[in-house]
């Protein structure tokens, strides 16, 4: 029973010491917010990115084999 009525108190005091101490950090979701936001910014760039580089590729022409001069 002794052990019971510490860890009450000491989580109630505990508790109290965190309310009392206002200034605790900003809140990890914002900051998560902010990570998906360049995340999804990251991958429309590459994507971009990539699309244009695909049309630059698909662009350059083939390569052709000399063609031999007529025989006289």
Not at 22 to 28: H, L, N
Not at 58 to 70: D, E, G, L, Y
């Amino acid at each position: 029973m002794h052990l019971i009525a510490y860890l009450h108190i000491a989580l109630t005091t505990r508790l109290a010491e965190l309310r009392r101490d206002g200034e605790r950090g900003d809140s990890p979701v914002p900051t998560a917010v902010i990570i998906f936001g360049l995340v999804a910014v990251a991958i429309a760039v590459t994507g971009f990115a990539l699309a244009r580089a695909n049309d630059w590729m698909s662009n350059i022409p083939t390569h052709q084999a000399p063609q031999a001069p007529p025989a006289p």
